[in-house]
């Protein structure tokens, strides 16, 4: 703990010295360094010390990294914190389920999902960006509505196969979905 202490100024310096007041931000900051570097008890007993309740956000960063690390007493402890401030936010759920889905819990996963959908909770899905030429272009999950979206997703294709050719070999821990190897890649 006291290593973690040593990393972030007294916020009385923090203003002093530099005239910056120490923000919620600074501490999930501080706990996401913690938690990717698998100080996970650290991390929560900086959380402890936290001058003020932590909010959402250090909850959400302790999560991930409790997915990372594979630590679901933590994850779980973490969703409870993060319920009891925003009861029905979906991202505390999906990660909880990640959590379960990454140590192979299908039955949690489950009871989470169906649990969402009793509650009417969607998360909404994650995109992506690029702009060209001035012209910005979204894409999520399967979209096909771009109208070169047969084009785009070949040279996807032909991209991924590049690269296994040259001996990438993808990191399918995170695909959170109980599915044979072959088709994680």
Request: hydrophobic share 45%; charged share 25%; proline share 3%.
């Amino acid at each position: 703990m006291a290593a973690a202490k040593g990393f972030l100024p007294s916020s009385d310096s923090m203003y002093e010295v530099h005239g910056i007041v120490t923000r919620m931000e600074h501490y999930a900051c501080m706990v996401d360094l913690l938690g990717r570097t698998g100080l996970l008890v650290e991390a929560m007993e900086f959380v402890n010390s936290m001058p003020f309740m932590a909010d959402a956000l250090v909850w959400r960063t302790l999560l991930g990294a409790c997915r990372v690390h594979g630590n679901t007493e933590l994850g779980k402890h973490a969703v409870e914190m993060i319920l009891e401030q925003e009861p029905n936010d979906p991202a505390a759920y999906i990660l909880l389920s990640n959590l379960h889905a990454s140590a192979s819990q299908w039955r949690d996963v489950a009871k989470i999902r169906k649990s969402m959908k009793e509650q009417n909770l969607i998360k909404e899905a994650g995109y992506s960006w690029i702009e060209v030429e001035n012209m910005v272009h979204r894409f999520h999950v399967g979209d096909t509505s771009h109208p070169q979206a047969w084009e785009i997703y070949l040279e996807m294709d032909q991209l991924a196969s590049r690269i296994i050719e040259m001996g990438y070999i993808p990191d399918t821990d995170f695909v959170l979905h109980d599915v044979e190897e072959e088709q994680k890649k």
